[in-house]
């Protein structure tokens, strides 16, 4: 668990996602999540007709019943072959499981939807299905809410996730090494895997946020409402103690800008992908006067954060 959410136990949200991507990319819907590819979770009566790689044209007879996180591939791409650990940027169209009427679309929206990574850990209901694929296609998902509570007017419905692209993470910085860095800042290393540690170098908080490019990434500028996947350590600016670090959890860490600490926020914001930051956060810009798990109240904290994708 990550601890650089504004508020301690807060749910991560992605700022940027569809409530309806949002529920297929971190499996939040209610029912089975137990790998694609089994013959439960296929779907069949769906289709689509267009060009592929452009909004579909979705059909289906009404009122459709639909099992949760059943799915089908409804068209077939004609890109790149997405493989595994792939990120992927899609367009989603929903539609009522029982009239067939549009009630979400992305396809309007000036950028994609990047949420998913294709991993048996992120995505473990659909992961057989989507890796393989090729770009262009197009996938119908069963959502079922109708058992969760939930208040939504329309508790069961389709969606239409047609890939439009894929990427690879970055697992590390990747750029130019910045060489003038001020003397008196705290001294970073890394191992042969790219986790870095911290020698504070005497180094005292003189307040206000302090922004430090380690690596210059060559990849897009981070928007400042955007998420990013980031490898990060971070330390006790008092003795250097670590509190936090996603290299331990083997696995980087998705967060909306908008969800973070304003330290975060204001020091990623304008930073390139594969970029590397130093970051010296003062209190009024992290966690103030409240104690966060091993954070005591009105902590300094210095990060190190590796910038591997945004979207």
Request: hydrophobic share 35%.
């Amino acid at each position: 668990m990550t601890i650089i959410a504004r508020k301690s136990g807060s749910k991560r949200l992605l700022g940027a996602i569809t409530a309806l991507t949002l529920c297929l990319g971190l499996s939040a819907c209610s029912g089975k999540a137990d790998g694609g590819g089994h013959s439960g979770d296929t779907m069949q009566g769906v289709s689509a007709s267009g060009k592929p790689g452009s909004k579909p044209d979705i059909s289906f007879k009404t009122p459709f019943k639909v099992e949760n996180q059943t799915h089908q591939v409804i068209q077939e791409g004609n890109g790149e072959v997405i493989r595994d650990g792939d990120r992927v940027c899609t367009r989603s169209l929903a539609l009522d499981a029982k009239t067939g009427k549009v009630i979400n679309s992305t396809w309007d929206k000036s950028s994609p939807e990047c949420s998913i990574v294709v991993s048996k850990k992120a995505i473990p209901a659909y992961y057989d299905t989507f890796k393989g694929l090729k770009v262009n296609s197009t996938v119908a998902v069963g959502i079922d809410e109708s058992g969760t509570g939930s208040s939504q007017a329309t508790d069961s419905y389709i969606m239409a996730l047609t890939f439009v692209s894929r990427s690879k993470n970055l697992t590390r910085a990747q750029g130019q090494k910045v060489t003038d860095l001020p003397s008196d800042l705290p001294k970073i290393s890394l191992d042969d895997k790219g986790k870095p540690s911290l020698d504070l170098n005497g180094y005292q908080p003189k307040g206000g946020l302090v922004v430090q490019t380690l690596i210059k990434g060559e990849g897009a500028k981070v928007g400042e409402h955007q998420s990013v996947s980031a490898n990060y350590t971070g330390w006790l600016a008092s003795d250097g103690k670590q509190f936090d670090s996603s290299w331990d959890r083997g696995q980087a860490s998705d967060f909306s800008l908008d969800q973070v600490v304003k330290g975060w926020q204001q020091g990623l914001a304008g930073q390139t992908v594969g970029s590397q930051v130093l970051l010296v956060i003062p209190p009024e810009l992290g966690y103030g006067s409240q104690k966060q798990q091993s954070i005591p109240a009105n902590s300094t904290l210095i990060f190190v954060v590796d910038i591997l994708a945004a979207y």
